[in-house]
């Protein structure tokens, strides 16, 4: 699974829940909705981009092999500032990534220069020293082929913290902070609005003020499964709720003790697990992705955070929560 909040109100629509755990929105009728999480953004960089910028990082497609492509989003995935990022994110920053060679001794970065560059080794070893009062070069970490440095300068306006020099010939992929920061609010854009438009064709979100509607689109998560994929399961306590964007997913109940039973089928549209966000009852049946299955999902926390009780939401329309409520899963 790859994983890319709302809030709540309360009081009313727990009486005629009680007999469920979560309903499922099929797709079609309007029923109880829930929103989904992401935290408030972290603004990445305050400083501004000139236009000479944006149109300079929108242009800097560099060729790559398929291997190297390959190589750079690995590894761009095993770093934890980018982790958050979808397939099209990663594939646009590799896109913009171009080559710098240096020779064994070279300085790559200076503790105390401006940061400007992010960088991922394609061959040769880096070593890092940080100088202080007492120690004016000490090593504090060595990296290789695979590994990526530097990633704070496109984040931060910062100076460099560390020195890093080249122990070897060494061949590196860049990325510059004006096109991170570019690409990022480009991809952030059409991410939210491609949200937006989907979310406004579920029937009960209609409920939602535009206000409303905007929090939620910023605090959606998006998460893929691959086929067979389990994305809750009976009997587990839950503490997500999910919409299912595209793809198809399967509801199964225990039989006995071995066997299992499918009672739907939940397709683009779709939503589940609401109400144990409500009640915090268990799952009451498991959902399995049937093909590749994306789905945007708002955990417990944010969900009351950031939206308030859902319940205050349902309440303005309470009587097309009970009439459209459907099985329990």
């Known amino acids: 699974m790859h994983r890319n909040t709302f809030d709540d109100h309360s009081e009313h629509a727990n009486s005629s829940d009680s007999d469920s ?7 079609t009728t309007p029923s109880p909705i829930p929103v989904v999480h992401r935290e408030r953004r972290a603004s990445v960089c305050s400083e501004k981009l000139c236009p000479m910028e944006v149109h300079a ?39 913009e990534m171009f080559h710098v060679e240096k020779e064994m001794e070279d300085v790559i970065i200076r503790q105390g220069d401006d940061g400007d560059n992010f960088y991922v080794i394609d061959s040769g070893r880096v070593e890092v020293y940080i100088e202080s009062d007492e120690d004016p070069q000490k090593l504090v970490a060595s990296y290789k082929e695979g590994d990526s440095f530097g990633e704070l300068a496109i984040m ?53 003020t535009q206000v409303e509607l905007r929090i939620m689109v910023d605090s959606l998560t998006e998460e893929t499964f691959e086929d067979g994929a389990v994305v809750c399961s009976e009997g587990e306590c839950g503490d997500r709720f999910f919409i299912i964007k595209e793809g198809m997913a399967i509801c199964t109940k225990a039989v006995g003790a071995e066997s299992r039973k499918e009672v739907g089928r939940l397709s683009s549209g779709s939503y589940f697990g609401e109400i144990v966000l409500l009640t915090s009852k268990r799952r009451q ?38 009439k459209f409520q459907a099985s329990t899963i």
């Not at 995935?77 to 099209?88: A, I, R, S, T, W």
């Not at 913290?161 to 990325?175: E, F, G, P, Q, R």
């Not at 510059?176 to 949200?195: C, G, L, P, Y």
């Open 21 to 27: 755990d979560e309903s499922v929105y099929d797709g």
């Open 57 to 95: 990082a929108l242009d800097n497609h560099v060729p790559k092999t398929e291997d190297e492509a390959a190589q750079i989003t690995a590894i761009l995935q095993k770093n934890v500032l980018f982790e958050h990022l979808d397939e099209n994110q990663l594939q646009t920053l590799q896109h």
């Open 156 to 208: 931060y306006n910062a100076p460099r913290a560390a020195t890093c020099v080249a122990k070897s010939d060494v061949k590196l992929w860049a990325l510059d902070r004006a096109s991170f920061k570019v690409i990022m609010m480009k991809t952030s854009i059409t991410k939210r609005n491609e949200h937006r438009t989907f979310l406004e064709k579920i029937p009960i979100l209609s409920q939602l």
């Open 285 to 322: 049946a498991t959902v399995t992705a049937s093909g590749l299955l994306s789905c945007l999902s708002l955990d417990r926390k944010t969900f009351k955070r950031v939206m308030g009780p859902l319940q205050a939401i349902l309440m303005r329309n309470i009587e097309e929560y009970h």
